[in-house]
């Protein structure tokens, strides 16, 4: 039974929960003041009645020792007995009429008894058989004479009784009425709740699986500063879930993407490899003197799918830093390989005339040497695809503000703007006809920005016609040999 009320009890609504406490802790308080009340009450009429009870035998023991009995001196209803006590037991005197006394006369007995063993007024309260509840006075009224007066407690206990009718007539109704507008208050009271409940289920009616944003939020008021505080932590846990969406679906769709990139790039030279393999099959069997042409072919495609899955196993292995890590950084000269980057252009491409401005003698920081080479091979290799035969090329070395920073410049015909924000993507090229020989796979960007970002550097781009400039900070730098111009 208890199991079943407490299960009853847990499907209960939360305002209906507070309204029900609330009425029971009214319960209580009414139940303590009533009791208290009701006490009350009943002690002061007692005490009231003990006040006309000794008024009363004031009065009637004078009237016994002036005239010899009670007469004029009686209360309706009351009991009166006179007893003699001169021999030490009490003895009952003839009553003056048959109403003066009740069936069993034994405890007006015992209270004149009472007196004479106390030798002071006596108050109790008895049952009296046949007659009921009455509260019992016996007083000296002459040596030797005790007068006992019983007077009746009914018109008290029904006061008493009424006073209690009409406490839980209106406390229930004052319960019931607490209970109803308390359910209603706390219902208003706990509205901005059941708003952002009807604002959670509304989550579940959208679809979250490509949606890049949450368009729900909670912007109703009201409540107090304890339902505010909730309304914007919960504001505040839907706009990290949209920032996240947002996070999940770009990282999605650049997955997409890449998959998409990596498997049109990898198809070309798989079918280049395919189509060498054929003609090398057939030179064998048919023209032995291209045999060699085609298998040179066949390799240099071989190498470049190499060179695509190696970029895309690097990109792959930095994008999983946290796991593992293709840096081996150590205290490096940047004006070396700096200068190792600029010899190994000038024999490369020649037609790309290169300077290397002057900067520091030395110039240390803690990165991979192969990396850094790597990014700045990569870059002065943009530049040379990017422009025409004849553009200048300039790479520089300088520390600023506690950082390494390298600037490798050309001043061709620039990057448009609306490719710039793009132009370190996976598998972007600004000019889509440029065919893959000469522009390459379009990775060559992504990993350097990749490489600098692993060593918690960044890379920079600024560019307009005649002139663009990607620049490289590393922190943090040595200090120079000289100071940077």
Same mark, same amino acid.
């Given at each position: 039974?208890?199991?079943?009320?407490?299960?009853?009890?847990?499907?209960?609504?939360? #305002?209906?929960?507070?309204?029900?406490?609330?009425?029971?802790?009214?319960?209580?308080?009414?139940?303590?003041?009533?009791?208290?009340?009701?006490?009350?009450?009943?002690?002061?009429?007692?005490?009231?009645?003990?006040? *006309?009870? /000794?008024?009363?035998?004031?009065? *009637?023991?004078?009237?016994?020792?002036?005239?010899?009995?009670?007469?004029?001196?009686?209360?309706?209803?009351?009991?009166?007995?006179?007893?003699?006590?001169?021999?030490?037991?009490?003895?009952?005197?003839?009553?003056?009429?048959?109403?003066?006394?009740?069936?069993?006369?034994?405890?007006?007995?015992?209270?004149?008894?009472?007196?004479?063993?106390?030798?002071?007024?006596?108050?109790?309260?008895?049952?009296?058989?046949?007659?009921?509840?009455?509260?019992?006075?016996?007083?000296?009224?002459?040596?030797?004479?005790?007068?006992?007066?019983?007077?009746?407690?009914?018109?008290?206990?029904?006061?008493?009784?009424? &006073?209690? @009718?009409? *406490?839980?007539?209106?406390?229930?109704?004052?319960?019931?009425?607490?209970?109803? /507008? #308390?359910?209603?208050?706390?219902?208003?009271?706990?509205?901005?709740?059941?708003?952002?409940?009807?604002?959670?289920?509304?989550?579940?009616?959208?679809?979250?699986?490509?949606?890049?944003?949450?368009?729900?939020?909670?912007?109703?008021?009201?409540?107090?500063?304890?339902?505010?505080? %909730?309304?914007?932590?919960?504001?505040?846990?839907?706009?990290?879930?949209?920032?996240? %969406?947002?996070?999940?679906?770009?990282?999605?769709?650049?997955?997409?993407?890449?998959?998409?990139?990596?498997?049109?790039?990898?198809?070309?030279?798989?079918?280049?490899?395919?189509?060498?393999?054929?003609?090398?099959?057939?030179?064998?069997?048919?023209?032995?003197?291209? !045999?060699?042409?085609?298998?040179?072919? %066949?390799?240099?495609?071989?190498?470049?799918?190499?060179? &695509?899955?190696?970029?895309?196993?690097?990109?792959?292995?930095? +994008? /999983?830093?946290?796991?593992?890590?293709?840096?081996?950084?150590?205290?490096?000269?940047?004006?070396?390989?700096?200068? *190792?980057?600029? +010899?190994?252009?000038?024999?490369?491409?020649?037609?790309?005339?290169?300077?290397?401005?002057?900067?520091?003698?030395?110039?240390?920081?803690?990165?991979?040497?192969?990396?850094?080479?790597?990014?700045?091979?990569?870059?002065? @290799?943009?530049?040379?695809?990017?422009?025409?035969?004849?553009?200048?090329?300039?790479?520089?070395?300088?520390? !600023?503000?506690?950082?390494?920073?390298?600037?490798?410049?050309?001043?061709?015909?620039?990057?448009?703007?609306?490719?710039?924000?793009?132009?370190?993507?996976?598998?972007?090229?600004?000019?889509?006809?440029?065919?893959?020989?000469?522009?390459?796979?379009?990775? #060559?960007?992504?990993?350097?920005?990749?490489?600098?970002?692993?060593?918690?550097?960044?890379?920079?781009?600024?560019?307009?016609?005649?002139?663009?400039?990607?620049?490289?900070? %590393?922190?943090?730098?040595?200090?120079?040999?000289?100071?940077?111009?």
């Amino acid at each position: 039974m208890i199991r079943r009320l407490r299960r009853a009890y847990g499907r209960l609504r939360l #305002g209906t929960r507070l309204a029900l406490g609330l009425g029971v802790l009214a319960l209580v308080v009414f139940a303590v003041v009533g009791t208290a009340l009701t006490t009350y009450m009943r002690d002061y009429l007692s005490a009231e009645l003990d006040t *006309q009870l /000794a008024h009363a035998q004031t009065a *009637q023991s004078k009237n016994l020792v002036d005239y010899g009995s009670l007469q004029n001196k009686k209360y309706y209803g009351w009991y009166y007995a006179v007893y003699d006590v001169s021999g030490g037991t009490p003895e009952l005197r003839k009553p003056e009429t048959d109403t003066d006394l009740p069936e069993d006369v034994e405890d007006f007995t015992a209270a004149a008894r009472a007196r004479v063993d106390a030798g002071e007024e006596i108050l109790r309260t008895e049952w009296l058989k046949g007659a009921g509840l009455y509260r019992l006075r016996a007083c000296e009224v002459t040596p030797g004479t005790v007068l006992v007066s019983a007077a009746p407690l009914e018109e008290i206990e029904d006061t008493v009784t009424e &006073l209690a @009718t009409i *406490q839980a007539v209106t406390f229930g109704l004052a319960l019931l009425a607490l209970v109803v /507008a #308390g359910r209603s208050m706390l219902r208003r009271g706990l509205q901005p709740l059941s708003d952002m409940a009807s604002t959670a289920r509304g989550i579940t009616s959208h679809d979250l699986t490509d949606s890049a944003r949450l368009p729900v939020r909670h912007a109703a008021r009201g409540g107090g500063p304890e339902v505010e505080e %909730l309304r914007t932590a919960f504001n505040t846990m839907l706009e990290h879930i949209d920032e996240s %969406l947002a996070v999940r679906t770009e990282a999605e769709q650049r997955l997409r993407r890449f998959v998409a990139d990596a498997s049109h790039e990898l198809r070309t030279p798989l079918m280049s490899v395919r189509g060498y393999a054929d003609l090398f099959q057939y030179a064998a069997a048919n023209e032995p003197e291209e !045999r060699d042409k085609h298998l040179a072919r %066949l390799r240099a495609e071989a190498a470049r799918m190499g060179f &695509l899955l190696d970029d895309l196993l690097l990109l792959a292995r930095l +994008d /999983a830093a946290e796991v593992q890590t293709p840096l081996r950084p150590r205290e490096t000269d940047l004006v070396e390989v700096v200068q *190792q980057a600029a +010899d190994a252009f000038r024999a490369s491409h020649p037609d790309h005339p290169l300077t290397v401005r002057p900067g520091p003698a030395t110039l240390t920081a803690r990165v991979d040497p192969q990396r850094i080479r790597q990014v700045l091979d990569n870059l002065l @290799t943009n530049a040379a695809v990017h422009t025409p035969p004849g553009t200048e090329v300039s790479v520089a070395v300088s520390a !600023r503000d506690g950082t390494a920073r390298v600037r490798v410049a050309d001043a061709g015909p620039g990057i448009p703007a609306a490719d710039r924000e793009r132009v370190f993507d996976r598998f972007y090229r600004v000019d889509k006809a440029r065919s893959r020989d000469r522009g390459g796979s379009g990775l #060559g960007l992504a990993v350097a920005a990749s490489l600098v970002r692993a060593h918690g550097g960044d890379i920079g781009l600024a560019s307009e016609p005649g002139a663009t400039v990607f620049t490289v900070t %590393l922190p943090p730098a040595g200090p120079p040999d000289l100071t940077d111009p």
